[in-house]
């Protein structure tokens, strides 16, 4: 953008308030100063925005697609800032006319088009494909409803619609109708001979369906690169209007983009997911061939100028869809249709976790998807003739397509792509020797590793302004471009003004904390306590519990001894549930029953607090993560592909408690053994475990006195109000043989709790490693993450 002054953004502001909304600053609400503040900001990138998509068209530029069903950009009035190069300008000058960017910063609504992990890392992506230059450009739905929010009632989850669009769009995008293409579902199609011998579809008694894009800005950082992220609403075309003549039928298409799936971890079985899924790779890749076509160049060579990304499986149906728009549309045939489309694709496998691998009934999808279905089971059987004579039949069976009447979806990312990769080394090597061993016999060049990273303009210089200002003055600005800088901190570990300096700022984050606790919750958390925390999706491999056990522990504890001498610590949760996720809810349940047990126990003189903090969503977590002292990384070994929310932690100096599992294996590389805290059962000792089916936990629960204490406190009345939960978790603990091995891990994890609790005593040398990850941190940039993919698999840089 041009060159700003304040003068010239007051005088902007102020006019644009008037235009739009016919008042005078000082009345105006915030926001209404929200709205016209992002307005402007989308004026002043307009002309890059334009440049960009110019230069990708006139020098034949090859861009990659980045199509996931999830998006979770939280907030993104101050990333706008920032990244243009205009935040402390703005600030300044909104400052000068009365008007505090903070207050605008909370008038912005979260854009949770996500669920977790997965959505935030393509939002992280969506950040540093511009910052590092490349053409990168998101595809996804615009849902009406993102995640749920999230209320807790007398300690129970109770899930509300979460309306985040305004009436009037969100103030980031730019609704394009004349893109607009129409999407085909339903129906029956049949192929005909041409004139040419060509067979070709006829489609009939089809829903059509308008698809319409908003394209929604996503700026560099400080480089004029302006990238986009399109997202596909629905509308009710109005050439076809008699095909939906009920309301009943209109609502049931306004329905398409009206919510995200909260349920990430299995499929719910709906037509409506599989519709969701089609029409958003259909309408992504129509656009792009079409704008592929305007090169001018063949189809067959379309994977020289496009790449596109299959973020999990939710979005597979692109190899199918675009072989149809490359036969059906463009009369490309089958051999080379094919060449050229698996050289388009690679997919991202983001789990170990077979039920998230998503399969579809053949008879639903044939019924939903016709043409898709044909082709499928063409692909299919090519794969399975291709193959036969070549390896064991065994292996085809099991790397096919469609099996046993179910449409497997990553087996067709994988065969119809050239990279599969996964998000951490440990993930990777467990596709490769486990989960997806079979594909890498027959496809060992696809495979590749692309460890996650996170956008660390955001879980920096955003989150934490107080350590941002901090690094400024020890090692200089230029780590706020170039994150590696933070490497720099190494000759200051020991360095005790410096650590004092470190603390400060901590401290400083976690009164900021304590103060939203105390408004929300009316609790007082002392801030010279240890600040634990666990925040992420609540699922049992995550085990929650296991930090539960351990509070229990402590409770007890220090209900048998009220001098113990300990480290105060304060537990934080956040965590949603997904709404079918029974066993999830009563985790939740049992925390908060947990919470007032202890924080209202005077006995326990402010040693112990837990909270659960309602609604944990992006913004929660730039609140959070700063403060925190320990980061709580306790999946079961194996289970967890990477996690992200460890980089984040680690990047705002607290200390990782881990297993070794997921990227938390390279944390520990990067810092060494001593800056973190690990504990339990490797991934191997848990594999041990599978292999010879000797784990027995009733054996473990019997024979330990302290793991029986803590396991019957769900039972015997010491958590009020939660006889049901408190059954359930017990019975899955000790009847069930607690499949995510808690009991085994639990005299480790409190070992190792203990440890902590002693070495925060000695704030030298806490600091010292608190310095060491952060200065270790850089390494799990996105950007870096990013160019990965850029170079090696999309061939874009
Ligand atoms: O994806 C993150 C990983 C994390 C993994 C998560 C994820 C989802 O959020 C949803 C579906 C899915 O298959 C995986 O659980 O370990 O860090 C980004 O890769």
């Known amino acids: 953008m041009e060159q700003l002054t304040k003068e010239q953004f007051i005088k902007a502001f102020k006019a644009q308030l008037h235009t739009d909304y016919l008042v005078d600053n000082s009345e105006a609400t915030a926001e209404e ?5 992002g307005k402007l900001i989308k004026q002043y990138v307009m002309s890059d925005w334009l440049r960009q998509r110019d230069e990708i068209i006139k020098e034949q530029k090859k861009t990659a697609y980045y199509f996931s069903i999830e998006f979770l950009p939280g907030k993104m009035l101050q990333t706008n800032l920032l990244n243009l190069g205009i935040y402390d300008l703005v600030a300044e000058a909104l400052a000068e006319i009365n008007v505090d960017l903070n207050i605008l910063v909370e008038a912005e609504r979260d854009m949770a088009l ?17 910052t590092i230059g490349a053409p990168g450009f998101g595809n996804g739905i615009r849902y009406k409803y993102g995640l749920f929010k999230q209320r807790i009632v007398n300690g129970y989850q109770i899930e509300l619609p979460d309306a985040w669009l305004p009436s009037e769009g969100s103030v980031w995008e730019t609704k394009k109708p004349h893109s607009a293409v129409d999407v085909k579902i339903y129906g029956s199609v049949y192929l005909t001979p041409q004139e040419d011998g060509v067979l070709k579809p006829v489609y009939e ?33 109005e050439k076809y209007e008699l095909d939906y003549q009920t309301l009943a039928d209109r609502r049931r298409v306004e329905d398409i983009t009206s919510f995200l799936y909260p349920d990430d971890s299995s499929r719910d079985g709906q037509a409506m997911r599989l519709i969701q899924e089609y029409f958003m790779v259909s309408a992504g890749l129509q656009t792009i061939v079409s704008s592929y076509a305007k090169m001018q160049l063949p189809m067959e060579k379309i994977h020289e100028k ?13 190899v199918p869809e675009l072989m149809r728009i490359l036969m059906d549309d463009y009369g490309v045939d089958w051999d080379d249709a094919w060449a050229t489309t698996t050289q388009v694709m690679s997919y991202t496998n983001h789990t170990v976790l077979s039920e998230a691998l998503e399969k579809w009934d053949a008879g639903l999808f044939k019924e939903i998807v016709p043409r898709i279905h044909q082709i499928v089971g063409e692909i299919d059987r090519k794969f399975v003739k291709e193959w036969a004579g070549k390896v064991d039949t065994g292996i085809i069976e099991r790397t096919r397509i469609v099996q046993n009447n179910q449409i497997h979806m990553a087996n067709l990312a994988i065969i119809g792509g050239h990279s599969v990769n996964g998000v951490a080394k440990l993930h990777t090597e467990l596709l490769i020797e486990d989960v997806l061993k079979e594909f890498y016999i027959l496809f060992p060049e696809k495979f590749n590793n692309k460890t996650n990273g996170i956008a660390q303009r955001r879980w920096s210089q955003i989150a ?26 190494e000759e200051q570990l020991t360095n005790s003004d410096v650590q004092s300096s470190f603390y400060q700022v901590k401290q400083a984050n976690k009164q900021k904390l304590a103060d939203y606790v105390k408004k929300t919750l009316d609790i007082a958390l002392p801030v010279d306590a240890i600040f634990d925390v666990q925040v992420k999706r609540l699922h049992a491999y995550k085990r929650q519990l296991l930090n539960v056990m351990h509070i229990i522990k402590l409770y007890q504890d220090l209900k048998a001894n009220p001098e113990l001498d300990m480290t105060p610590r304060v537990f934080i949760f956040g965590a949603k549930a997904a709404p079918g996720y029974h066993f999830a809810k009563s985790v939740i349940k049992v925390i908060n029953e947990l919470a007032n047990l202890i924080n209202y126990d005077t006995s326990l003189n402010d040693k112990l607090k837990v909270v659960f903090l309602e609604n944990y969503n992006v913004s929660l977590a730039e609140l959070i993560v700063p403060a925190a002292d320990v980061s709580e990384q306790i999946s079961t070994a194996g289970k967890e592909a990477s996690g992200t929310s460890n980089m984040k932690f680690m990047m705002n100096g607290a200390l990782t408690l881990a297993t070794l ?20 059962m490797d991934k191997d000792a848990v594999y041990a475990h599978y292999d010879k089916h000797d784990y027995n936990s009733r054996a473990i629960y019997e024979s330990d006195q302290t793991i029986k204490r ?17 059954h359930e978790i017990w019975d899955a603990l000790v009847s069930y043989n607690d499949e995510y091995f808690l009991l085994e891990d639990f005299t480790d994890y409190a070992e190792k709790q203990a440890y902590i609790s002693e070495l925060y005593q000695d704030k030298h040398k806490w600091q010292a490693k608190v310095i060491k990850n952060i ?23």
């Open 775 to 797: 200065a270790n941190s850089g390494r799990f940039s996105s950007d870096d993450t990013v160019e990965g993919y850029a170079k090696e698999i999309w061939g874009i840089l």
């Open 33 to 37: 100063h929200f709205r016209t503040l």
């Open 306 to 318: 496009v790449a596109v990304h299959i973020n999990d499986t939710h979005p597979a149906m692109a």
């Open 464 to 489: 934490n302004p107080g350590m941002s200002a901090l690094l400024d003055d020890l090692i200089g600005k230029d780590w706020r471009s170039n994150i590696h800088e933070l490497s720099k901190l």
């Open 205 to 237: 008694n089809v829903k059509t369906l308008h698809a319409v894009p908003y394209d929604v800005i996503q700026i560099g950082f400080n480089n004029g690169v302006v990238n986009n992220l399109r997202l596909w609403d629905v509308e009710l075309p």
């Open 661 to 680: 599992d997921g990227a938390n294996i390279e944390i520990k590389d990067a810092v060494g053994e001593d800056n973190i805290v690990i504990f339990g």
């Open 710 to 726: 803590v396991v019957d406190a769900f039972i015997d009345g010491t958590i009020p109000n939660t006889h049901y939960e408190g």
């Open 114 to 130: 996500g669920n977790g992990g997965l959505g935030r890392l393509a939002s992280c992506f969506m950040d540093s494909l511009p």
